[in-house]
T-cell receptor, first 116, second 109 residues
Framework: GAVVSQHPSWVICKSGTSVKIECRSLDFQATTMFWYRQFPKQSLMLMATSNEGSKATYEQGVEKDKFLINHASLTLSTLTVTSAHPEDSSFYICSASVGQDYNEQFFGPGTRLTVL | GQNIDQPTEMTATEGAIVQINCTYQ??????LFWYQQHAGEAPTFLSYNVLDGLEEKGRFSSFLSRSKGYSYLLLKELQMKDSASYLCAVMDSNYQLIWGAGTKLIIKP
């Protein structure tokens, strides 16, 4: 099946620093990649949708200048949390889909971010 | 607005059967997904229904009624490893996934 990887798996950083999370589709070319955030005991919250070579579409309430998304190729998307603060501590998950119908999203293993 | 409802938590016994319900109200419909998520891990795909009826896949089955805006996930011969959260998600007319809050399933010996 389709495999999506994320790096790093977990990261601890100081408040005010920036953190970059990579999402890669390993054995397929992803038309679209999605970035989610999940707080403890809550469901997934879609942050943004990105298509290769174009600007990401952010969900309402998500600051695009704080959460920078770059989708450089059909196999790589990056999320950069700029000037991270403790309230940004969360589980960040990416997923990728193939084709225009988005029949299935393949999820990466997630990145746990802790901001001190 | 768009809404997905599923129970917050359910408890079942090892070896038994459990049914997790999901009702939805969305702008259009392009399929309903069930995902399993163990604590601290990303969701894994279980099933996809776009037509009415029952889809069976091993111990797991998923049912859809589009006219009622209703689906259920049926888990048979429960095992301890089935303890997880089960997420219902509906793809709307814009092909965007609308997620339920998830149902935490607790399996007792």
């Amino acid at each position: 099946g389709a495999v999506v990887s994320q790096h790093p798996s977990w990261v601890i950083c100081k408040s005010g620093t920036s953190v970059k999370i990579e999402c890669r589709s390993l054995d397929f070319q992803a038309t679209t990649m999605f970035w989610y955030r999940q707080f403890p005991k809550q469901s997934l919250m879609l942050m943004a949708t990105s298509n290769e070579g174009s600007k990401a579409t952010y969900e309402q309430g998500v600051e695009k200048d704080k959460f920078l998304i770059n989708h450089a190729s059909l196999t790589l998307s990056t999320l950069t949390v700029t000037s991270a603060h403790p309230e940004d501590s969360s589980f960040y998950i990416c997923s990728a889909s193939v084709g225009q119908d988005y029949n299935e999203q393949f999820f990466g293993p997630g990145t746990r971010l802790t901001v001190l | 607005g768009q809404n997905i409802d599923q129970p917050t938590e359910m408890t079942a016994t090892e070896g038994a059967i459990v049914q997790i319900n999901c009702t939805y109200q969305t702008s259009g419909f392009n399929g309903l997904f069930w995902y399993q998520q163990h604590a601290g891990e990303a969701p894994t795909f279980l099933s996809y229904n776009v037509l009415d009826g029952l889809e069976e896949k091993g111990r797991f089955s998923s049912f859809l009624s589009r006219s009622k805006g209703y689906s259920y996930l049926l888990l048979k011969e429960l095992q301890m490893k089935d303890s997880a959260s089960y997420l219902c998600a509906v793809m709307d007319s814009n092909y965007q996934l609308i997620w339920g809050a998830g149902t935490k399933l607790i399996i007792k010996p």
